[in-house]
């Protein structure tokens, strides 16, 4: 029963790896990660409900992710909404900034 | 007892005299003469007391040390090495005193003198030192003094091409000998290099040492003596070492340091008495480059080439008396020659001095332009063509003795070379200093009293230094051996005659050729024009080296250019390709942008998860 929950939150969590990675777009960089998150949520809610040993707090650990995620959701975008701003685009190959 | 213990003061004074002079530099023109002279003059006074003195004393300070080995710093004073000192000192201050003419305008005189000082310096160290070691440090300095003087008009490029030669090929002969060293560091019981030491050691053979070493060791001896004292096939670097002014020709190329090699055999003689073998590759190697060098020098064109290979036959006489045992003799013919060479090259000096030209074609009819020269000259060219009762003829008559007791071919081939020796001193004589003037000698005129006098001093010795050892008066050998009865030393009348004769007929072929005219030298050139020009390229001995050694050599030396171009560099440029490579290659990974950190941190995130689980399943 486990192994299904982590296979699953495995596969979520690769497709979003290879988002964050790959893809140009920043606001689909950022739904990318939400989806890593969502791949751990459900990590933590698999191993509280079948770990080796039960316990409600992986649930609530969710709970605290989820809002973490949201704050940083809305970070990310307030973040994008200034880059777009300021440069015109959000296209990720745009900016090397850190080449400098 | 007092002089010969400051012996070790003697050659210092030609190095304080090195040292002054350079210094000061160019500003010290004026007393540059002054002061390389004053140097020589110390050390002659000082050899002069020491030899008068004539006793044996020995010294030295300890050197280095290392686990019981000892290598010392000593002086010894014997009979022989007092009496070269003092040829040594009197030839380089008549020198010294003759160049303040000589070289009077060139630029660097001073340079000149710090030069002629050092030679001065190394070549007395050489005669004093007690070992083989120091010996050989006093050698290799002598011949860069050569090098340094052969090249001092360096703007020539045939000066310095000859300088190169003659640091080259003796190089060849003092790798003989530091082997030569080596090995009797190494067979000598205590390694002990000194001479003493050698003396007891080898003495009667008492057979501390294998025979066959002993034959090697003076055979690597003999090398390095054949490399320095010019004889064949290493002779090569005498004549072109006439490029270096003449004052130095006569100082270093023909009466002290192509002397050393005779002077570093009869030193280490007791060697050589300990090998037959030895003793006969002397005798023959001698005698073949005495008359070897005797007709090279017939058919020279050049005053001062003409009188090298008559060194290097000269030479080769010492040598041949050497090999016929006759210690005495080499030693009696080395201080003759010092001087009657000396007197020879500085009167050709002062020949090219007046005329400015040294071709013997385009000299002639000096005689009345310059007597004093002419006669001085004539002294000199009597003395070496072995004239009664000139010094040359004493020396001479010795060696040819000893050789007749030892073995008639080596006195045929001596006496042969007698004769050509004479006939080369006549066609040079007469050339230049008889008949009608010739162009370049109109213009000639006599030189100063300060060229002179040096000169007039040497005739006078080459003239009475004879007399040391006559028949009728052994002292010079009686005063080497210290005191034993000379063995060799009892020349018969005939063999007086038959030299002196034999002399005279050269001298008589010689005015009947170039005075008389009777004989057309020309009619033997026309007919055999082969000979005569390979005579005057020296047996083409040069052309075999450069065929045989020079350019195999340089065919190596290309071969590893090409090597190092290609390989080595090859190897070096590949290094320095891989890391700019490599550093583009990881230059090319800094984008700056974030995904791609990103992308390398994963797949550096996995690498480690691999390896980390990879070591559950291999440990």
Redesign the interface.
């Known amino acids: 029963m486990l192994a299904s929950y982590l296979t699953m939150a495995a596969i979520l969590f690769c497709i979003g790896l290879y988002g964050a990675l790959v893809k140009r777009n920043a606001v689909i960089v950022l739904l990318s990660i939400e989806l890593m998150l969502n791949a751990v949520n459900l990590n933590l809610v698999a191993f509280s409900k079948y770990g080796v040993v039960p316990s409600i707090n992986g649930q609530i650990f969710a709970l605290f992710t989820i809002t973490v995620a949201a704050a940083e959701a809305a970070v990310g975008v307030a973040v994008l909404i200034a880059l777009f701003r300021a440069r015109g685009t959000i296209k990720t190959d745009e900016f090397d900034e850190l080449r400098r | 007892m007092a002089y010969s213990e400051s012996a070790w003061l003697i050659p210092l004074f030609p190095l304080a005299a090195f040292l002054l002079l350079t210094a000061w530099g160019r500003g010290f023109r004026r007393w540059a003469p002054i002061v390389g002279a004053a140097g020589s003059l110390g050390s002659l006074v000082l050899s002069i007391l020491v030899m008068a003195e004539g006793v044996d004393y020995r010294d030295r300070i300890n050197w280095i040390k290392i686990d019981g080995l000892s290598l010392s710093l000593g002086y010894e004073v014997t009979h022989l090495t007092s009496l070269m000192l003092v040829i040594v000192s009197l030839v380089s201050l008549l020198v010294c005193v003759y160049s303040a003419g000589y070289m009077k305008n060139d630029e660097r005189i001073t340079v000149f003198y710090g030069y002629v000082s050092l030679f001065v310096f190394s070549m007395l160290g050489l005669v004093l030192s007690d070992n083989m070691l120091m010996l050989y440090l006093f050698w290799e300095l002598v011949g860069v003094c050569s090098f340094l003087l052969v090249g001092f008009w360096y703007h020539k490029p045939e000066a310095k091409a000859a300088a190169k030669k003659a640091f080259i090929v003796t190089r060849i002969g003092d790798a003989g000998l530091l082997l030569a060293v080596l090995l009797l560091f190494w067979y000598m019981p205590n390694h002990a290099l000194d001479f003493a030491g050698i003396q007891n050691v080898f003495h009667g053979q008492s057979g501390a040492v294998d025979d066959g070493i002993t034959t090697l060791i003076a055979l690597l001896v003999f090398m390095g003596a054949v490399g320095k004292s010019g004889q064949f096939p290493l002779h090569v670097w005498l004549p072109d070492a006439m490029e270096g002014p003449t004052p130095i020709s006569a100082l270093i190329h023909a009466a002290t340091m192509v002397a050393a090699g005779v002077f570093l055999i009869a030193r280490t003689f007791v060697l050589f008495e300990a090998s037959p073998a030895a003793m006969d590759t002397v005798a023959y190697v001698g005698a073949f480059t005495a008359l070897f060098a005797a007709t090279i020098a017939l058919a020279q064109h050049d005053v001062k080439r003409i009188l090298a290979y008559s060194t290097i036959s000269q030479l080769g006489y010492m040598m041949l008396a050497l090999g016929v045992g006759s210690m005495t003799g080499a030693i009696f013919h080395l201080m003759t020659h010092a001087f009657f060479k000396a007197l020879l090259f500085l009167a050709a000096g002062s020949i090219i001095h007046a005329a400015h030209k040294q071709d013997i074609r385009e000299l002639g009819g000096l005689g009345s332009r310059m007597r004093v020269t002419s006669i001085l000259f004539g002294i000199g060219a009597l003395a070496l063509s072995g004239i009664p009762p000139f010094s040359g003829f004493w020396s001479k008559d010795a060696i040819l003795s000893a050789a007749l007791d030892h073995n008639p071919v080596l006195f045929v081939a001596g006496l042969l070379g007698a004769l050509l020796t004479s006939l080369y001193m006549a066609r040079l004589y007469f050339r230049v200093f008889a008949g009608k003037p010739s162009a370049a000698s109109e213009g000639a005129h006599e030189s100063p009293a300060v060229m002179l006098i040096p000169m007039i001093v040497l005739a006078v010795l080459a003239v009475v230094a004879g007399f040391a050892d006559t028949p009728w008066n052994e002292w010079l050998s009686g005063w080497l051996l210290g005191g034993e009865p000379s063995a060799h030393d009892s020349s018969s009348p005939t063999v007086m005659i038959v030299s002196a004769a034999v002399s005279l007929l050269g001298l008589y072929i010689g005015w009947l050729a170039y005075v008389k005219k009777t004989i057309r030298p020309a009619s033997v050139t026309e007919a055999m024009p082969g000979l005569s020009k390979w005579l005057e390229r020296g047996y083409r001995i040069d052309d075999l080296f450069a065929s045989v050694i020079v350019k195999p050599y340089r065919m190596l030396g290309t071969g590893a250019k090409l090597f190092d171009r290609y390989v080595v560099d090859g190897v070096v440029r590949l290094t320095a390709g891989a890391a700019s490579g490599l550093g583009r290659m990881t230059a090319a990974l800094?984008?700056?942008?974030?995904?791609t950190?990103?992308?390398a941190a994963?797949l550096g995130l996995i690498v480690i998860i691999v390896v980390m689980a990879g070591r559950r399943f291999w440990s």
């Open positions: 800094q984008n700056g942008q974030v995904q950190y990103g992308i994963v």
